[in-house]
T-cell receptor, first 115, second 114 residues
Framework: KQEVTQIPAALSVPEGENLVLNCSFT??????LQWFRQDPGKGLTSLLL?????REQTSGRLNASLDKSSGRSTLYIAASQPGDSATYLC??????????????FGTGTQLKVEL | DVKVTQSSRYLVKRTGEKVFLECVQD?????MFWYRQDPGLGLRLIYF???????EKGDIPEGYSVSREKKERFSLILESASTNQTSMYLC?????????????FGPGTRLTVL
């Protein structure tokens, strides 16, 4: 059974710092990996999706990498801003028979960017 | 711009009531999903649907049912609400199977059962 872990559970950084959020998964048989952002009391906003054949994806100040063989992904945020404060979740789409349409989610990293 | 909407942001119901949560997407997506999110437990899949009138149980279907009569609409039904169903409910949609298909979420419904 696929398990997705995000460490650390919470992170506090000063404004302007570059930071890395980590996501690891136990089964490398995945179709893709997606990073989401969730603000308190709100739904999830899709940030980036990386196909299993890709190594990285970029969107603005965000860069996500994927090392499928080692079961790891990182989300790099450049020049962090207070508006980046949110919970970041990663999710993998499983490729094995029986994985169906399901995404397996990590429990998230709660990021706080301080002035 | 892609959009998933949910009928209510906040809902308060009493134990035993029948509760309907509605979700609508305007992206012509085939797949739709209902999750609940609880502190410490993360997102858990309740039900999903891969086409009109098709449904499949997720990880925690007990106490819930769903309806998909039209492609754009996916309803979650709590037949007899209980206090342990107090939670944040999130709807999502996604294009039919393909490697590169993002999943999009609605804003969520915070349900409180008294």
């Amino acid at each position: 059974k696929q398990e997705v872990t995000q460490i650390p559970a919470a992170l506090s950084v000063p404004e302007g710092e570059n930071l890395v959020l980590n996501c690891s998964f136990t089964d490398s048989a995945i179709y893709n990996l997606q990073w989401f952002r969730q603000d308190p009391g709100k739904g999830l906003t899709s940030l980036l999706l990386i196909q299993s054949s890709q190594r990285e994806q970029t969107s603005g100040r965000l860069n996500a990498s994927l090392d499928k063989s080692s079961g790891r992904s990182t989300l790099y945020i450049a020049a962090s801003q207070p508006g980046d404060s949110a919970t970041y979740l990663c999710a993998v789409k499983n490729a094995r028979t029986g994985g169906g349409n399901k995404l397996t989610f990590g429990t998230g990293t709660q990021l706080k960017v301080e002035l | 711009d892609v959009k998933v909407t949910q009928s209510s942001r906040y809902l308060v119901k009493r134990t035993g009531e029948k509760v309907f949560l509605e979700c609508v997407q305007d992206m012509d997506h085939e797949n739709m999903f209902w999750y609940r999110q609880d502190p410490g437990l993360g997102l858990r899949l309740i039900y999903f649907s891969y086409d009109v009138k098709m449904k499949e149980k997720g990880d925690i279907p007990e106490g819930y049912s769903v309806s998909r009569e039209k492609k754009e609409r996916f309803s979650l039904i709590l037949e007899s609400a209980s206090t342990n169903q107090t939670s944040m409910y999130l709807c999502a949609s996604r294009r039919r199977e393909g490697v590169y298909n993002e999943q999009f979420f609605g804003p969520g419904t915070r349900l409180t059962v008294l």
